[in-house]
C-alpha cells in the first residue's frame, strides 16, 4: 500500500522530499481522454470546449513557455487536467488552476491528490479572478528586472480569449493583478488568425487594432500552430500559441483607455486613409481642423491607411491626440457614436 501523496518515480516510492526536487512523475492516472468518459464531462459549447488529449502537444506547449521549473503557474481553463499534468510534470513547484465548469473538478481532485500538494484548484472566472493573492510575493522582481518565476499558461475558451488578452493588457499596463510581481509572462491560446493578428507587423494584411494593442505592452511571439484536429470535439480553425513577455516600457507610454481610443478609432475605417478613422475623436463641427492638427504635430501622413502606420507614428499620434485633449478636455468624452462632447 503506497501512502497518500507517494508517487512511483523511476519505479521505486519515494518521499515527498525527493519527488519536489526531481521532474514529478505522475502516478498511473486514468488518461484525460479516459476520465472524460469515465466521469461523463461532455464538452459544452457557450464555453468553448475544445480538449487538447494529445500528451506530445500538451508538453510542447507548456515547454513553449520557458522554463516552469521551480516556477509559480497558474494555468486557466485546465478542463480535464492534459496541461495541467504536463506543468506538473516539467516541474513546476506550485500550480494554481483557475476553472469555471464545475463538473470538472472530480477529476481535477484526482490530479490534485498526486501532486504532492502542488495543486491548487480555484473554481471561478478567470476574466473576473484576481491574481494577486495567488502568488508570494517572494517571487516579486521588479518591473526593470528579471521575469519572476511565474507563468500564465491557457489552452483559453475561444470566446473569452480576445476580450481576456485586452483585460490583461490593461492590467500590464497597470501593474496590478499577477503583474504587481513584476513581469509575469504568459502562454495562451487563440484561434491561428487572432495570433497572426496580434504578431503582425506594420504593412501586414492582418495588421489590426490587436496588432497595435498586444505589441505596445508585450513583446508578441507566435511559438508554433496546432492542427484544429488535434482537439476534441474538432474546432472549425487551426489554433496558435502565443507567448507574451511584458515590455519594461511600453512603446507608447500614455494611458491604456487613451491609447485604446486613438487605435480603435483610426482603424475603423481599415481601407480608408487614416485621417478618416482619426477623425471619429472630434465632434463634426471641429473635426478637420483638429485632425490636421493631431497629424501635422504628430508628423505622420494623414493619407497613409491604419495597417501601415508604425508603432513610432501610432506613439506620435497619441501624444499630439492628449495635446489636444489638455487644451480640450472636455472632448476626452467625446463619443463619435453618440455624437456628445
Ligand atoms: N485546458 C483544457 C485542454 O486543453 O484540454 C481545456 C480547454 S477548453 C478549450 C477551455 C476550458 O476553459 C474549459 O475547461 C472551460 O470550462 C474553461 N472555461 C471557460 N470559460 C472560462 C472562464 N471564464 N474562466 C475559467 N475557465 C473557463
Not at 522530499?17 to 457557450?46: E, I, N
Not at 517571487?139 to 519572476?148: F, R
Not at 472549425?236 to 481610443?261: M, Q, W, Y
Request: aromatic share 8%; net charge positive; hydrophobic share 40%.
Amino acid at each position: 500500500m503506497v501512502a497518500k501523496h507517494s508517487v512511483m518515480v523511476g519505479g521505486s516510492v519515494s518521499t515527498a522530499k525527493q519527488v519536489a526536487a526531481a521532474t514529478l512523475r505522475l502516478p498511473s492516472l486514468p488518461s484525460p481522454r479516459d476520465l472524460v468518459r469515465l466521469y461523463k464531462v461532455k464538452a459544452v459549447k457557450h464555453l468553448s470546449q475544445n480538449f487538447l488529449m494529445d500528451h506530445k502537444l500538451n508538453s510542447k506547449l507548456v515547454r513553449s513557455s520557458g522554463r516552469v521549473r521551480n516556477c509559480h503557474v497558474c494555468e486557466v481553463g485546465p478542463g480535464p487536467g492534459g496541461i495541467t499534468r504536463s506543468i506538473l510534470e516539467q516541474g513546476a513547484a506550485r500550480l494554481t488552476v483557475i476553472e469555471k465548469d464545475p463538473r470538472f473538478l472530480p477529476i481535477l481532485d484526482q490530479l490534485k491528490d498526486a501532486s504532492f500538494g502542488k495543486l491548487d484548484i480555484e473554481l471561478g472566472d478567470v476574466l473576473t479572478f484576481n491574481m494577486e493573492k495567488i502568488f508570494s510575493s517572494d517571487l516579486t522582481q521588479p518591473w526593470e528586472g528579471n521575469l519572476p518565476k511565474i507563468h500564465l499558461i491557457g489552452n483559453l475558451p475561444f470566446n473569452v480569449a480576445t476580450p481576456l488578452i485586452i483585460r490583461w493588457l490593461k492590467d500590464i499596463s497597470l501593474k496590478r493583478n499577477a503583474w504587481v510581481n513584476g513581469r509575469v509572462r504568459m502562454t495562451l491560446t487563440f484561434q491561428l488568425e487572432v495570433v497572426q493578428r496580434m504578431v503582425a507587423l506594420p504593412g501586414h494584411s492582418q495588421r489590426c487594432r490587436l496588432s497595435v494593442m498586444c505589441q505596445n505592452w508585450c513583446d508578441v511571439t507566435h511559438k508554433f500552430t496546432i492542427p484544429g484536429r488535434a482537439f476534441v470535439p474538432k474546432p472549425e480553425v487551426d489554433v496558435g500559441i502565443a507567448h507574451f513577455v511584458p515590455r519594461v516600457e511600453p512603446l507608447i507610454p500614455l494611458d491604456f483607455s487613451l491609447v485604446e481610443k486613438v487605435v480603435r478609432s483610426i482603424f475603423s475605417f481599415r481601407q480608408k486613409y487614416s485621417k478618416k478613422g482619426a477623425g471619429m475623436l472630434f465632434p463634426e463641427a471641429r473635426r478637420d481642423e483638429l485632425v490636421n492638427m493631431m497629424f501635422t504635430v504628430a508628423d505622420v501622413d494623414p493619407a497613409l491607411r491604419p495597417f501601415q502606420i508604425s508603432m513610432s507614428e501610432f506613439n506620435r499620434l497619441c501624444h499630439s491626440y492628449a495635446a489636444i485633449l489638455e487644451q480640450h478636455p472636455s472632448l476626452a468624452k467625446f463619443n463619435a457614436r453618440e455624437g456628445n462632447v
